[in-house]
């Protein structure tokens, strides 16, 4: 309690900041100081003049008879998530980390779905900055994962994910809202006026004409193909994240729910018109003209998927291997030769198996930012794999995604040319002899060696050969996985972290232990091994966050490590 100017106030003793006692702070012209960190506090109601703290909760004070003082003490909030989702609002809005970290957590411990949390960080993401960006794609990657991330770890994805939204909206323009088109035009006509409006980059048309198709009711297969359509009109846009953004973007709706669709698409289509294709580069017209290959092809494949296709298909292997190739022309040939048996989903999968063989067999000679490459190639193949079997879900969508399939072409263009990644190729664990006997067999050892491998710098090949001795044994992949997610999660991590590991779990799906599996989590643990260990501020952010909320006396633990050092 504290008595100033005639008055009795009764607040929780612990700043909602840290947790240190307020009673060792200070009170003036009715604000109440603390001193560890200075957060001010309106001493009559509670309320923060510093929104990185919070308000101090209070309770009922009473003065009867002039000198007794009775004191209900109450403290905490009436709505315990109502009070978190505008803290998080908030924090989301002022790029407040350890308030983000509180409030994911408060929202957690009071029931609030882990759904809900996201969805409110995946509308601040479209609504609160001008284009789909880092934030938005990190966030729905780990949405995705969570199914696979233990309850421990849940916790730290979505709080990794809101502040990267948070970090990413920072000082950005708001997005301006459009309208839809007051006419109904069929879903051709669409079509054709999106791919019109994308090729001469006039946003606002495009925006207005996706609009139009998510006002006159088309369903989700319907608004990937018109868009997926438009954005495989120009050859691995920019770099590959034109087509891997609008997958995030509806992969977002997946988590999210696409009653929001007119909010979370309309985000991505100032990056689609405005990328610059591959086929405006040199490294695509000389010396071998990839683009007349791709285009060439291109005009073959409704004749070609429209043929009588053989069920069952099941080469991805063979054909991944010819995706490796060193000659464009005969990688162009054996798609061809695919296609009357494969549909275009089958191709997705073969790209993302070959383009995921590209990072496994990452040659650790070549520069470190030359790992992006492999990466963007990766990450843009499961984003055409998975676009193309959302739209096949719909056989009446532009039959099965046969416009949507060029992304395939552009795609294996993509791997070819980064062909020089694997000169020379790592080898891959477990196999030409390695037999891993030199590694534990316990998967508690193994775990442990593989995260203290992730303690220290330049330790890829054996990360590696951790992974292909946990899978080799034949322990459970879904443990592996939560142990890489755990790796991660505890870093500073970069959004082409979250991208690999979350592809590399979707395409892991497709496989599952076998050895294209094996090599794709070999994939993943190579690129995330040669980025750890970071100063992993983040997490320790995260930690404060939940000793806070447990009770924690975090300005006692300060005091005593300060102690020792000075003794």
């Not at 990185?52 to 315990?80: I, M, Q, S």
């Not at 009109?233 to 953004?245: E, I």
């Not at 018109?273 to 683009?291: F, I, K, M, S, W």
């Not at 070959?354 to 990072?359: D, N, T």
């Amino acid at each position: 309690m504290i008595y100033e100017a005639g008055q009795v106030f009764a607040l929780d003793n612990r700043c909602p900041h840290m947790g240190f006692p307020l009673e060792q702070g200070s009170v003036e012209d009715g604000i109440l100081t603390c001193h560890w960190h200075h957060a001010r506090f309106d001493l009559a109601s509670g309320c923060t003049f510093d929104l990185w703290a919070d308000d101090v909760p209070t309770c009922l004070v009473e003065v009867r008879g002039g000198n007794e003082v009775w004191v209900k003490p109450l403290f905490g909030h009436g709505d315990p998530s109502g009070h978190w989702r505008r803290r998080l609002n908030d924090a989301l809005t002022h790029n407040l980390g350890l308030v983000i970290a509180k409030a994911v957590r408060a929202q957690l411990t009071a029931g609030v779905p882990s759904r809900e949390i996201l969805r409110q960080a995946a509308l601040f993401a479209v609504r609160n900055r001008d284009g789909w960006g880092a934030g938005a794609t990190t966030l729905t990657a780990l949405g995705n994962l969570l199914p696979s991330l233990p309850d421990e770890e849940t916790y730290l994805a979505l709080f990794h994910g809101a502040r990267k939204v948070a970090a990413d909206c920072d000082g950005e323009a708001p997005r301006r809202d459009r309208a839809p088109l007051a006419s109904r035009p069929d879903r051709a006509v669409l079509q054709r006026w999106l791919r019109r409006w994308s090729a001469v980059r006039h946003r606002e048309a495009a925006e207005r004409t996706l609009l139009t198709a998510i006002a006159n009711g088309a369903p989700p297969t319907a608004l990937a193909s018109l868009m997926f359509t438009a954005a495989t009109d120009r050859a691995f846009a920019a770099s590959g994240h034109s087509v891997d953004f609008i997958n995030k973007a509806c992969e977002c709706l997946d988590l999210v729910g696409w009653e929001h669709a007119s909010v979370v698409l309309p985000s991505v289509v100032g990056q689609m018109v405005a990328a610059r294709g591959a086929e405006e580069a040199t490294a695509r017209r000389h010396p071998v003209d990839l683009v007349a290959l791709c285009e060439e092809t291109a005009t073959e494949l409704r004749a070609l998927f429209t043929t009588a296709r053989r069920p069952g298909w099941s080469d991805h292997v063979e054909l991944s291997a010819a995706l490796l190739g060193d000659d464009a022309r005969p990688i162009q040939e054996a798609l061809k030769a695919v296609l009357a048996g494969a549909s275009p989903a089958d191709l997705g999968r073969s790209l993302a198996y070959a383009a995921g063989l590209r990072v496994a067999h990452f040659g650790t000679a070549n520069e470190h930012a030359d790992w992006e490459t492999a990466l963007h190639v990766f990450t843009y193949a499961n984003a055409i794999h998975q676009a193309l079997k959302r739209i096949g879900a719909d056989e009446g969508e532009e039959k099965g995604g046969i416009e949507a399939a060029r992304g395939v072409l552009h795609g294996a263009m993509a791997i070819y040319l980064a062909r020089y990644l694997n000169v020379p190729p790592a080898r891959l664990p477990g196999e030409d002899g390695d037999r891993l006997d030199d590694l534990p067999a316990d998967v508690e050892e193994i775990r442990a060696a593989l995260l203290e491998a992730f303690d220290r710098q330049r330790q890829v090949g054996l990360a590696a050969r951790l992974v292909a001795r946990h899978l080799t044994l034949g322990h459970s992949p879904q443990a592996l996985i939560s142990t890489l997610a755990h790796a991660l999660l505890r870093e500073d991590a970069g959004f082409h972290a979250y991208q690999m590991l979350e592809a590399g779990v979707r395409q892991f799906a497709e496989w599952g232990n076998t050895d294209p599996g094996r090599h794709i989590l070999i994939a993943v643990t190579r690129y995330l091994a040669a980025h750890s260990p970071t100063k992993r501020a983040a997490f320790q952010t995260a930690d404060i966050a939940q000793r806070l909320l447990r009770g924690g006396e975090l300005h006692q633990e300060t005091s005593y490590s300060r102690a020792c050092q000075i003794g």
